[in-house]
């Protein structure tokens, strides 16, 4: 069921898995260990959470969506420092589409008029393109940022549209092509991002790591310079 507008704010939700090691970023093993996979996926959280804190327009609410209990949940919004401006909540939902759904329809159940969905895996993804994202809702009713590897980093609506996330073979390179495929079906007006690139396996690291270091602007930034060092010393330590 899709409802109508009811006021002019965005949502913006940062998914992630909560912070355990040997369950976070196990592509990236071998030859990264257990350890530094969880510090890889604490940088890339954080980064994240410093990038979109950028986007302070009043209109956008900014919520970090945790995997696990609320309790921990909170216990990890302690260890981040997390910033009043960041709501913490934790997804609920048997699969990824269906924590997806649970979450969107709270949102729009709020209030919000468009709810936006990222993860943490895009680090190069900046927050102009997600602004340009949120202006391009005004117009359509789903945005959808590709990944090479057949998914996306990026979706948001304008609409509450459940349909488009269920029957999805999560974690395959059918992602973003299922999801165009019931866009059609629905019919649902939508517009495509740039396409980008997921930090997965290690050699996604190491191209990532390539990118950033002939990026002054990133690597200069308040927001990109942690995370520049956690990934210069990963590769490092495998040369």
Request: with cysteine; glycine share 8%; hydrophobic share 35%.
């Amino acid at each position: 069921m899709r409802r109508p507008p009811q006021n002019a704010g965005t949502a913006l939700l940062v998914f992630a898995k909560s912070p355990v090691a040997g369950k976070v970023k196990t592509r990236m093993q071998p030859p990264l260990s257990n350890r530094e996979c969880l510090i890889l996926h604490d940088a890339l959280l954080r980064h994240t959470l410093r990038k979109i804190r950028t986007l302070d327009k009043p209109d956008i609410s900014k919520v970090l969506y945790l995997s696990g209990n609320l309790v921990n949940a909170h216990q990890y919004r302690l260890d981040l420092g997390l910033a009043t401006d960041i709501q913490i909540e934790t997804q609920v939902g048997r699969d990824l589409g269906e924590r997806l759904v649970n979450a969107m329809e709270k949102k729009f159940d709020e209030g919000f008029r468009k709810v936006i969905f990222i993860g943490t895996d895009t680090p190069l993804l900046n927050p102009e393109e997600i602004r340009y994202a949120i202006d391009q809702l005004s117009h359509c009713e789903v945005v959808i940022g590709p990944t090479t590897d057949g998914g996306y980093y990026l979706i948001g609506f304008s609409a509450s549209i459940p349909a488009i996330l269920k029957g999805i073979d999560w974690g395959t390179p059918r992602v973003y092509r299922q999801t165009l495929d019931l866009m059609g079906l629905h019919q649902v007006l939508w517009k495509s991002l740039a396409i980008g690139s997921d930090l997965d396996t290690f050699k996604d690291l190491s191209e990532v790591g390539r990118i950033i270091e002939h990026s002054p602007t990133f690597t200069n930034s308040n927001e990109g310079k942690d995370l520049y060092q956690v990934i210069r010393k990963l590769l490092e330590r495998q040369s």
